[in-house]
Nanobody, 124 residues
Framework: VQLQASGGGLVQAGGSLRLSCAAS????????LGWFRQSPGTERDFVAA????????RYTPSVKGRFTISRDNAKNTVYLQMNTLKPEDTAVYYC??????????????????WGQGTQVTVSS
């Protein structure tokens, strides 16, 4: 499956952004989906994941309560709504898809497909 992420940009601290990731090539309904982020010189870190049906989600503790992952299988798209953004949220954000369960979405080494990344910059 090919993934195309969009929606990044520059925002002030406390602001909001909504990332989108559209798929082509295959339907996303068979995939667990997620978002990771990476800052220069650091590893790619898990942010959020959602299961195939959209009924179960997972978040890294630092974004819980501020970020919401959702999916629209009819539109073949996964979203990440980011509210109350902080400067430490600044990173390149990558969408991810894998045929495994949501439990496999935490480790970037287990991910089958990646989007190209979209830059999010939060100014203080």
């Amino acid at each position: 499956v090919q993934l195309q992420a969009s929606g990044g940009g520059l925002v002030q601290a406390g602001g909001s952004l909504r990332l989108s990731c559209a798929a082509s090539g295959r339907t996303l309904s068979s995939y667990s989906l997620g978002w990771f982020r990476q800052s220069p010189g650091t590893e790619r870190d898990f942010v959020a994941a959602i299961d195939r049906s959209g009924s179960s989600t997972r978040y890294t503790p630092s974004v819980k309560g501020r970020f919401t992952i959702s999916r629209d299988n009819a539109k073949n798209t996964v979203y990440l709504q980011m509210n109350t953004l902080k400067p430490e949220d600044t990173a390149v954000y990558y969408c991810a898809a894998d045929l495994g369960s949501i439990a496999t979405m935490y480790n970037p080494n287990w991910i089958g497909s990646w989007g190209q990344g979209t830059q999010v910059t939060v100014s203080s």
